[in-house]
């Protein structure tokens, strides 16, 4: 029984008492809930799934997500990291939100958005003997032997490696490390190597290590930002309006 009678009229029994404090929490935290998704609804709090396959030392793609961060500072970004073909089986299966891709974007079923370009750089050991130089091309690293991670990024730069090399006639020496790119810098500053990097890698520190750019026009590539427009998210339909504004703001001028 949750009431008992007594002369003065009811009053609750230690069983109604114990059930008025649980209905209470109930309606409270009913009551949170409630205020929770709608919160989430106008995308004041929750988060969204950001997939990358370069990296947030810097660059344009740290810029971007430094500008949502103060912005939007009770939005939460969850940051994975991968190659192009996971990340993109990951955004597929709606396991991310939101991916960010360098070069090209993920082709059809996506909405995309260019963000900004990177130059391409040749990261080396500033005793190396090419460091005298401010800028270097195709022609003058062609002999190079060149270091990359057997993960991450790496097949697609070796790709990349090699195309460029045989517009010279040349087969590039590659050596894959079973390493993190981070950690393959080391070995170009120990003079094992040198090894092809985008903008956002150069903000990277380590002692010996320096970083030229490509100068011809081709080494400055696209980073789109790629999602699908049938996620119902609304952190995310927050953060594309955020990186659509950021591109306008940041196009590069046309020549």
Do not use: C
């Given at each position: 029984?949750?009431f008992?009678?007594?002369?003065?009229?009811i009053?609750?029994?230690?069983?109604?008492?114990?059930?008025?404090?649980?209905?209470?929490?109930?309606?409270?935290?009913?009551?949170i809930?409630?205020?929770m998704?709608?919160?989430e609804?106008?995308?004041?709090?929750?988060?969204?799934s950001?997939?990358?396959?370069?990296?947030?030392?810097?660059?344009?793609?740290?810029n971007?997500?430094?500008s949502?961060?103060?912005?939007h500072?009770?939005l939460?970004?969850r940051?994975?990291?991968?190659?192009?073909?996971e990340q993109?089986?990951?955004?597929?299966?709606?396991a991310?939100d939101?991916?960010?891709?360098p070069g090209q974007?993920?082709?059809?079923?996506?909405?995309?958005?260019?963000?900004?370009?990177?130059r391409?750089h040749v990261?080396?050991?500033?005793?190396h003997p090419?460091?005298r130089?401010p800028?270097l091309?195709?022609n003058t690293?062609?002999g190079e032997?060149?270091?990359?991670p057997?993960s991450?990024?790496g097949?697609?730069?070796?790709?990349y490696?090699?195309?460029?090399?045989s517009e010279y006639s040349?087969l590039?020496n590659v050596?894959?490390q079973d390493?993190?790119?981070?950690?393959?810098?080391?070995?170009v500053?120990?003079?094992?190597?040198i090894?092809i990097i985008?903008?956002g890698?150069?903000?990277?520190?380590?002692?010996?290590?320096?970083?030229?750019?490509?100068?011809?026009p081709s080494?400055?590539?696209?980073?789109f930002?790629?999602?699908s427009?049938k996620r119902d998210?609304p952190?995310?339909?927050?953060f594309?309006?955020?990186?659509?504004?950021?591109?306008?703001?940041?196009?590069?001028?046309?020549?």
């Amino acid at each position: 029984s949750l009431f008992e009678r007594h002369s003065g009229g009811i009053r609750l029994t230690p069983a109604g008492r114990r059930f008025n404090v649980s209905a209470t929490q109930g309606i409270s935290l009913l009551d949170i809930g409630i205020r929770m998704a709608a919160q989430e609804g106008r995308a004041e709090s929750g988060g969204a799934s950001i997939g990358v396959v370069t990296t947030l030392a810097g660059g344009v793609l740290r810029n971007l997500i430094d500008s949502f961060k103060q912005k939007h500072p009770t939005l939460a970004l969850r940051i994975q990291s991968g190659n192009r073909e996971e990340q993109v089986e990951a955004l597929r299966n709606n396991a991310i939100d939101l991916l960010f891709l360098p070069g090209q974007d993920a082709g059809e079923g996506f909405d995309a958005q260019l963000v900004g370009h990177e130059r391409i750089h040749v990261a080396l050991a500033k005793d190396h003997p090419l460091s005298r130089h401010p800028e270097l091309t195709w022609n003058t690293i062609r002999g190079e032997t060149f270091l990359l991670p057997r993960s991450g990024a790496g097949p697609e730069v070796h790709g990349y490696i090699m195309r460029r090399a045989s517009e010279y006639s040349t087969l590039p020496n590659v050596t894959f490390q079973d390493l993190p790119l981070d950690e393959v810098m080391h070995l170009v500053a120990m003079n094992e190597g040198i090894s092809i990097i985008t903008e956002g890698w150069t903000h990277i520190q380590a002692p010996n290590l320096a970083f030229r750019p490509l100068n011809q026009p081709s080494e400055i590539i696209p980073l789109f930002a790629v999602w699908s427009s049938k996620r119902d998210n609304p952190a995310l339909r927050r953060f594309v309006s955020h990186l659509r504004s950021f591109a306008r703001l940041n196009a590069m001028p046309s020549t």
